[in-house]
């Protein structure tokens, strides 16, 4: 049985760190993309970042840019977002996810993508 667990979240105040993680298994996920979204309380789900299946391409979303960096580990499975510079607008629940195609460029779109964690929450006070 596929499962992705996602760990890392917490409370943390503006400016701090955290590093989220996702843990695949059941299958390896080396030759699929994979993604973060987050989903703010009262808000669509939204992509944060992407990273291609070597982890040799990254993406991000314009409100993180600068500040996640997303990289993956495929001999452990397992895919990581280092988050500095946290602001109160950054408190969601946070989400990975494996997307559908063999070999494909990270999507923005989540239906892009067919596996995905319970969500971990970040919660950022100001």
């Known amino acids: 049985q596929v499962q992705l667990v996602e760990s890392g979240g917490g409370l943390v105040q503006a400016g701090g760190s955290l590093r989220l993680s996702c843990a695949a298994s059941?299958?390896?996920?080396?030759?699929?993309?994979m993604g973060w979204f987050r989903q703010a309380p009262g808000k669509e789900r939204a992509f944060v970042s992407g990273i291609n299946w070597s982890g040799a391409s990254t993406y991000y979303a314009d409100s993180v840019k600068g500040r996640f960096t997303i990289s993956r580990d495929n001999a452990k499975n397992t895919m990581y977002l280092q988050m500095n510079g946290l602001k109160p607008e950054d408190t969601a629940v946070y989400y990975c996810?494996?997307?559908?195609?063999?070999?494909?460029?990270?999507?923005?779109?989540?239906?892009?993508?067919?596996?995905w964690g319970q969500g971990t929450q970040v919660t950022v006070s100001s």
């Open positions: 996810a494996v997307q559908r195609t063999m070999f494909a460029t990270p999507s923005r779109d989540d239906r892009s993508y067919d596996y």
């Open positions: 059941g299958r390896t996920f080396s030759m699929y993309a």
